[in-house]
């Protein structure tokens, strides 16, 4: 028996009954993944720091403006700079400034710190939060976290994945056709692909068209020696035929969206065009015609003097994941009759990795291989603070025995558990990873 | 000449006389090969289908719709009469499966519904204006782009064997073989197409802008130019 498998079976004989025992996916579940592209500063919200210590450089009011950053109390630093007070929450854990509007739901949040990235590249690092794997020659070896729930759970969804500019990908075998990610620059393309004008032709002329493509495909794929790609498109073009019946247009168009869900702040300085994304996630989830939606939020890669605003940044993004989780409160449930949205919908946001706990001579910071991470959701224990990194050089720090031995926790750990945690093995996605049941509740 | 050097030049001699050229052989005529087994040859492709990639196919989309620029037939497909058949081809960038280097998007390796969306958004606004250009204008059949063919004389519908016939002149121009190597069933399938959309727009009593023998001929496009056929190889 090689070594890799195993340790792969102890670590499953070490998985947790629940995770192997052989219990239906569960349904009407919803899911919402945000990559915070560029590499966040976790010191300013998951990880605080306001003590000079070791390489640390707290955030501190001579390279950081302070003036619209809410949670931001000064606190006296020795070289007459002015740093922030700790931000305590009601569930005990202490953050950062950056905590923004996450801070009246503390206890329904579970933050992981010190993640341990092993890599300081945006493509790498945004590839390994969002599959566990590290990228292979360039491309990304494994399926994302999206394309595996919706693999799982969401291959009978109108969309089982819709990408904005996440680091979605679709590698592996096993994995249902009709959940390659809906990939897209903006959620506005989505309703101009299904925008059709009736001046030349009518819908059932263009849907007896895609029946008969539909035919086509399945017909050549029952002569070819390799099917699975003819049949692929054969069920896309069913999906199509759903789409354009249930007319979806308005779900996807941004000035609809805009419109129907006007508590998200479409003029934020960062993240006022993004919000349109997950104004898409509450809309289409409540019409239940999506399983996943899955998108970016940029600006963090602050190498200059662009830091000045990273708390303020931080603060926008943890206030649209605050507006869009009360959202879901305020939405019932598609199909779980007396159930809101909110008791169904996990969130999950990653980022490439963290920055430097040095401020660079451009008075920002660069690239560093440790990580946080925010999951709200049902199945996690709330108000959590899980991992750690060390006082004085921000490096993820052993936080447990895992099954290879006392290490820091890592994106592929993270992932199993959310995997896991909806009855899926990630061992059927997944090389690396193992179950933290301790981020998980009882 | 002492008898030591006589002997030695014969030897050398015999060793010169041993390089001359080799004696030839004859060619026979060997023993018939006996069959043993027929097997047919293998010609199946031995990897799945793939996915042209998509400058390969917005290459062909240009080339068979008049061999425009890009930004021509972003032009011509979105007109000037209201009709919002296309938009902007940065609009579709990302769903036609482009790499998008400005927000770092990769190139989509597979197709996926909406991409299908997409070709057909695409493929209708080709197709329409094809038919302007080659069937209503009426230039004559060398200067058409894509309908090389003869309309129908009247309001009729074509029947089998005259369908056939300009269908074939299609299918060559978008999957490039004649169609009568295609499977035997799509020249049948297409036909009732053509016959539906006839039939349709004649009981509709020309609402829409084209005529019942041009929206039926546009239908027959819309379904080459999506074809997966077209898309992978």
Same mark, same amino acid.
């Given at each position: 028996?090689?070594?890799?498998?195993?340790?792969?079976?102890?670590?499953?004989?070490?998985?947790?009954?629940?995770?192997?025992?052989?219990?239906?996916?569960?349904?009407?579940?919803?899911?919402?993944?945000?990559?915070?592209?560029?590499?966040?500063?976790?010191?300013?919200?998951?990880?605080?720091?306001?003590?000079?210590?070791?390489?640390?450089?707290?955030?501190?009011?001579?390279?950081?403006?302070?003036?619209?950053?809410?949670?931001?109390v000064?606190?006296?630093?020795?070289?007459?700079?002015?740093?922030?007070?700790?931000?305590k929450?009601?569930?005990?854990?202490?953050?950062?400034?950056?905590?923004?509007?996450?801070?009246?739901?503390?206890?329904?949040?579970?933050?992981?710190?010190?993640?341990?990235?092993n890599?300081?590249?945006?493509?790498?690092?945004?590839?390994?939060?969002?599959?566990?794997?590290?990228?292979?020659g360039?491309?990304?070896?494994?399926?994302?976290?999206?394309?595996?729930?919706?693999n799982?759970?969401?291959?009978?969804?109108?969309?089982?994945?819709?990408?904005?500019?996440?680091?979605?990908?679709?590698?592996?075998?096993?994995?249902?056709?009709?959940?390659?990610?809906l990939?897209?620059?903006?959620i506005?393309?989505?309703?101009?692909?299904?925008?059709?004008?009736?001046?030349?032709?009518?819908?059932?002329?263009?849907?007896?068209?895609?029946?008969?493509?539909?035919?086509?495909?399945?017909?050549?794929?029952?002569?070819s020696?390799?099917?699975?790609?003819?049949?692929?498109?054969?069920?896309?073009?069913?999906?199509?035929?759903?789409?354009?019946?249930?007319?979806?247009?308005?779900?996807?168009?941004?000035?609809?969206?805009?419109?129907?869900?006007?508590?998200?702040?479409?003029k934020?300085?960062?993240?006022?065009?993004?919000?349109?994304?997950?104004?898409?996630?509450?809309?289409?989830?409540?019409?239940?015609?999506?399983?996943?939606?899955?998108?970016?939020?940029?600006?963090?890669?602050?190498?200059?003097?662009?830091?000045?605003?990273?708390?303020?940044?931080?603060?926008?993004?943890?206030d649209?994941?605050?507006?869009?989780?009360?959202?879901?409160?305020?939405?019932?449930?598609?199909?779980?009759?007396?159930?809101?949205?909110?008791?169904?919908?996990?969130?999950?946001?990653?980022?490439?990795?963290?920055?430097?706990?040095?401020?660079?001579?451009q008075?920002?910071?660069?690239?560093?291989?440790?990580?946080?991470?925010?999951?709200?959701?049902?199945?996690?224990?709330?108000?959590?603070?899980?991992?750690?990194?060390?006082?004085?050089?921000?490096?993820?720090?052993?936080?447990?025995?895992?099954?290879?031995?006392?290490?820091?926790?890592?994106p592929?750990?993270?992932?199993?558990?959310?995997?896991?945690?909806?009855?899926?093995?990630?061992r059927?996605?997944?090389?690396?990873?193992?179950?933290?049941p301790?981020?998980?509740?009882? | 000449?002492?008898?030591?050097?006589? $002997?030695?030049?014969?030897?050398?001699?015999?060793?010169? $006389?041993?390089?001359?050229?080799?004696?030839?052989?004859?060619?026979?005529?060997?023993? &018939?090969?006996?069959?043993?087994?027929?097997?047919?040859?293998?010609?199946?492709?031995?990897?799945?289908?793939?996915?042209?990639?998509?400058?390969?196919?917005?290459?062909?989309?240009?080339?068979?719709?008049?061999?425009?620029? /890009?930004?021509?037939?972003?032009?011509?497909?979105?007109?000037?009469?209201?009709?919002?058949?296309?938009?902007?081809?940065?609009?579709?960038?990302?769903?036609?499966?482009? /790499?998008?280097?400005?927000?770092?998007?990769?190139?989509s390796?597979?197709?996926?519904?909406?991409?299908?969306?997409?070709?057909?958004?695409?493929?209708?606004?080709?197709?329409?204006?094809?038919?302007?250009?080659?069937? &209503? $204008?009426?230039?004559?059949?060398?200067?058409?782009?894509?309908?090389?063919?003869?309309?129908?004389?009247?309001?009729?519908?074509l029947?089998?064997?005259?369908?056939?016939?300009?269908?074939?002149?299609?299918?060559?121009?978008?999957l490039?073989? /004649?169609?009568?190597?295609?499977?035997?069933?799509?020249?049948?399938?297409?036909?009732?197409?053509?016959?539906?959309?006839? $039939?349709?727009?004649?009981?509709?009593?020309?609402?829409?802008?084209?005529? /019942?023998?041009?929206?039926?001929?546009?239908?027959?496009?819309?379904?080459l130019?999506?074809?997966?056929?077209?898309?992978?190889?």
């Amino acid at each position: 028996m090689q070594r890799r498998t195993f340790l792969k079976s102890l670590l499953l004989a070490g998985m947790p009954m629940r995770v192997l025992a052989d219990t239906a996916a569960p349904a009407g579940e919803f899911f919402v993944f945000i990559h915070a592209a560029g590499g966040w500063d976790v010191t300013l919200w998951a990880d605080p720091r306001n003590e000079k210590k070791g390489i640390i450089h707290p955030a501190a009011t001579d390279n950081t403006d302070p003036s619209q950053v809410r949670h931001w109390v000064d606190a006296p630093m020795e070289d007459g700079a002015r740093t922030f007070q700790l931000v305590k929450a009601r569930s005990g854990a202490v953050f950062g400034p950056g905590i923004g509007g996450l801070l009246d739901v503390s206890d329904r949040i579970t933050v992981v710190n010190g993640l341990a990235m092993n890599t300081v590249s945006h493509p790498d690092g945004s590839a390994f939060s969002a599959t566990g794997r590290h990228l292979v020659g360039g491309r990304s070896p494994a399926p994302s976290i999206d394309t595996m729930v919706a693999n799982e759970l969401g291959r009978e969804q109108m969309f089982p994945t819709v990408s904005v500019a996440f680091p979605s990908s679709y590698v592996g075998d096993g994995l249902d056709r009709r959940v390659v990610p809906l990939t897209v620059g903006q959620i506005g393309s989505v309703s101009r692909s299904l925008a059709r004008t009736e001046l030349y032709d009518a819908d059932a002329d263009r849907d007896e068209v895609t029946a008969l493509l539909s035919q086509e495909a399945n017909d050549l794929a029952s002569r070819s020696a390799y099917p699975d790609v003819l049949r692929g498109v054969g069920l896309q073009m069913e999906s199509l035929r759903r789409m354009l019946g249930s007319k979806l247009s308005d779900a996807f168009s941004a000035d609809a969206l805009r419109k129907a869900h006007p508590q998200f702040n479409y003029k934020g300085r960062f993240h006022g065009a993004s919000s349109v994304n997950a104004a898409f996630a509450v809309d289409a989830m409540k019409r239940n015609v999506v399983r996943c939606v899955s998108f970016s939020l940029g600006g963090f890669d602050t190498h200059n003097t662009n830091y000045r605003t990273h708390a303020q940044l931080l603060q926008e993004t943890m206030d649209l994941v605050a507006i869009l989780l009360k959202s879901f409160d305020d939405t019932p449930h598609p199909t779980l009759v007396g159930k809101k949205l909110a008791d169904h919908t996990h969130i999950v946001m990653v980022s490439d990795f963290c920055r430097t706990p040095q401020i660079n001579q451009q008075g920002g910071r660069d690239h560093y291989p440790n990580n946080s991470a925010l999951v709200v959701s049902p199945r996690f224990k709330g108000g959590l603070v899980f991992g750690k990194s060390d006082p004085e050089q921000l490096l993820p720090a052993k936080v447990k025995k895992f099954i290879d031995g006392e290490r820091a926790i890592a994106p592929p750990d993270l992932l199993a558990t959310f995997l896991s945690s909806f009855h899926v093995n990630p061992r059927k996605y997944m090389r690396d990873g193992e179950v933290v049941p301790e981020l998980l509740k009882a | 000449m002492s008898p030591l050097r006589s $002997a030695a030049i014969a030897l050398g001699a015999a060793a010169i $006389a041993g390089c001359g050229p080799k004696e030839l052989v004859p060619p026979q005529v060997g023993p &018939k090969l006996t069959v043993t087994s027929t097997s047919t040859q293998d010609s199946a492709p031995k990897e799945e289908l793939r996915m042209v990639p998509a400058e390969a196919y917005m290459r062909t989309y240009l080339a068979l719709f008049g061999g425009l620029a /890009p930004l021509e037939v972003q032009k011509r497909a979105r007109g000037g009469d209201g009709a919002q058949l296309f938009d902007t081809w940065d609009d579709y960038f990302s769903s036609l499966g482009f /790499p998008d280097y400005r927000i770092d998007m990769p190139r989509s390796q597979q197709t996926n519904a909406l991409m299908v969306a997409t070709f057909e958004r695409l493929g209708v606004a080709l197709c329409d204006r094809a038919v302007e250009h080659d069937l &209503k $204008a009426k230039p004559p059949v060398s200067e058409r782009v894509v309908f090389a063919f003869d309309e129908a004389a009247g309001p009729a519908p074509l029947d089998r064997a005259a369908f056939e016939s300009r269908f074939d002149v299609l299918h060559r121009t978008f999957l490039a073989y /004649p169609v009568k190597l295609a499977p035997t069933e799509r020249a049948a399938r297409f036909f009732k197409l053509y016959g539906d959309v006839h $039939a349709r727009h004649a009981k509709a009593g020309g609402k829409a802008r084209f005529s /019942p023998d041009e929206a039926a001929w546009a239908s027959v496009c819309y379904g080459l130019v999506r074809h997966p056929e077209f898309h992978l190889y």
